[in-house]
């Protein structure tokens, strides 16, 4: 069942909403824009419905950062209007649709399944985590590059996966994933807020972009963090014991450590890449470096680090 963030702080439009939408969908209603953002930020949802009056600029400034963001830009909004609302400028207000508070009743439902089939056509996102995939991640590099960005990428990867999703079933490895996805999207905007950007590939690979000097730190929260909730996800048995039992790729039955994350991690402060694939695969690179040096590490590509010219041979 998708989920639509409601913002309202009208009573009667909550109930309008409620009783033509709470049995096709998940509904998480907000009185304002600010007291949705930590929801929206943790889950990311579906569809987003605000209802905006003249007197509340505060919810269209937060409603465009939030579209701004490369990350939310795919999120569609469906704008509740007032009968005399006029928009001058379209351009100041990133909303995907709008109704009518008059037209309510007749249009919610038709306009709800139009803006969440539109952004299925248009957008690319990973269904599981509603992270930007694999075309809007290579775009957000390609983009960088090309406006001769300094930024940082790195590529994150579970380790001993597989035999956690052979033990415990795809249904909590998708759990597993999940969480991934909303660890690393609150790590990185709690250290970046602004011009981070995060993607999911597919499966258990991730990758998110920050300053080059912010990187480090970044991963190793991530890493930490990681470490300690991935023991919820596990049996008292097997957490006790610090491994499970499974099978590996072969079918041979045999014991594993619980999983971990290996983080590969690029930058273009020296070396300059014209091209997404140099840099999305030297992170690559990276990240099986990390995972061949033990796993649940992170590994920084200063091969091409500027020497100093300051010290003396």
């Known amino acids: 069942m998708k989920t639509i963030v409601v913002i309202t702080k009208d009573p009667l439009l ?17 009185f304002s824009m600010q007291s949705s953002l930590d929801y929206i930020y943790n889950s990311i949802p579906d569809l987003m419905i605000i209802d905006i009056v003249t007197d509340d600029p505060m919810t269209v400034n937060i409603l465009n950062e939030i579209k701004g963001d490369p990350i939310f830009g795919h999120l569609p909004v469906l704008a509740v ?3 005399n609302f006029t928009v001058s400028d379209w351009d100041s207000m990133l909303i995907d649709d709008y109704v ?11 306009k709800v399944s139009l803006c ?21 991640i290579n775009k957000q590099i390609q983009k960088r590059l090309d406006a001769g960005e300094v930024f940082a990428l790195a590529y ?18 998708d759990e597993v994933l999940k969480m991934l996805g909303r660890l690393i999207l609150n790590t990185v905007k709690g250290k970046q807020p602004s011009g981070s950007f995060i993607g999911h590939i597919g499966g258990d690979d991730f990758v998110f ?13 991530i890493i930490d963090n990681f470490t300690k909730i991935m023991l919820t996800f596990y049996d008292h048995e097997d957490r006790t014991k610090g491994c ?6 072969e079918g041979n039955k045999r014991t594993f450590p619980l999983i971990g994350i290996s983080i590969g991690i690029v930058h273009n402060k020296f070396k300059k890449f014209s091209h997404y694939g ?13 995972k061949i040096s033990g796993g649940h590490c992170l590994k920084v590509d200063k091969r091409h680090v500027e020497p100093d010219i300051t010290q003396k041979a």
């Not at 969440?116 to 809007?136: C, D, S």
């Not at 140099?278 to 990390?290: D, F, I, R």
């Open 278 to 290: 140099e840099m999305a695969g030297a992170a690559s690179e990276m990240k099986k470096y990390a």
């Open 100 to 110: 009518r508070r008059s037209f309510l009743e007749m249009e919610l439902t038709v």
């Open 156 to 173: 994150a990867d579970l380790d001993y996966f597989k035999p956690y999703n052979d033990r415990y079933g795809f249904s909590r490895g």
């Open 244 to 249: 499970i039992e499974s099978v590996d790729r």
């Open 116 to 136: 969440l089939h539109r952004a299925e056509r248009i957008v690319e996102v990973n269904p599981l985590t509603r992270l930007p995939g694999n075309i809007a």
């Open 14 to 30: 909550t109930s309008i909403v409620n009783r033509f939408l709470k049995d096709s969908y998940n509904l998480v209603n907000f």
């Open 209 to 221: 972009i920050v300053d080059p000097e912010n990187i480090e730190e970044t991963a190793a929260a």
């Open 81 to 83: 209007f007032g009968d």
